[in-house]
């Protein structure tokens, strides 16, 4: 909800401070939310056409978007907003994508853990003889495959998770 208020507030400074006419916005529309920002949009989504509120479009050069000259346009000054708020939203994202995985591991952590305790559990109740023996091996061939399944997936798991972290590194080379 708050994203959705910053993305209005953005939206109404971007309509009342653009200092020419034609100023383009891109309305994008993903996982039940609306968007405003100032690059084209990865899925479905619109272009917004932005007006001074006088009417009448500036005079004198605009500034090139990315410039880092003092006077930049009002336009520039609203592109650079966006982008800014953009890289913010990004991060976090990524932040919470690295979290959720965290989350991720710590629960196959204590899954394995929590299966192998209950196989040993089983593998006590195996007699001192040969069914017994047999009924020993079988629960044991069981823990190697859960334990090669959680370690799949704690692996995944942690791939993900240096994909996420190198991600949000270059986000905040990118501020």
């Given at each position: 909800m708050r994203l959705l208020i910053k993305a209005l507030c953005v939206a109404a400074f971007c309509a009342c401070s653009a200092g020419s006419a034609g100023t383009t916005m891109?309305?994008?529309?993903?996982n039940g939310t609306t968007l405003y920002q100032g690059t084209p949009c990865a899925g479905p989504g619109s272009t917004i056409t932005l007006k001074p509120a006088n009417g009448t479009p500036a005079s004198g050069p605009e500034a090139v978007p990315g410039s880092v000259s003092?006077?930049?346009?009002?336009?520039?000054?609203?592109?650079?907003?966006?982008?800014?708020?953009?890289?913010?939203?990004?991060?976090?994202?990524?932040?919470?994508e690295i979290e959720k995985a965290e989350s991720e591991l710590r629960?196959?952590?204590?899954?394995?853990?929590?299966?192998?305790?209950?196989?040993?559990?089983?593998?006590?109740?195996?007699?001192?003889?040969?069914?017994?023996a047999t009924y020993e091996q079988s629960i044991s061939t069981e823990m190697q495959a859960v334990?090669?399944?959680?370690?799949?997936?704690?692996?995944?798991?942690?791939d993900k998770l240096g994909r996420l972290r190198g991600e949000?590194?270059?986000?905040?080379?990118?501020?």
């Open positions: 891109y309305k994008c529309i993903g003092g006077d930049q346009s009002p336009e520039a000054k609203a592109k650079e907003h966006v982008r800014s708020m953009e890289l913010e939203r990004k991060q976090k994202d990524a932040d919470y629960h196959l952590q204590a899954d394995l853990d929590r299966d192998l305790d209950k196989l040993k559990i089983k593998k006590q109740y195996a007699k001192n003889n040969l069914a017994g334990s090669e399944r959680y370690k799949t997936n704690i692996q995944i798991t942690q949000a590194a270059d986000l905040r080379k990118d501020r």
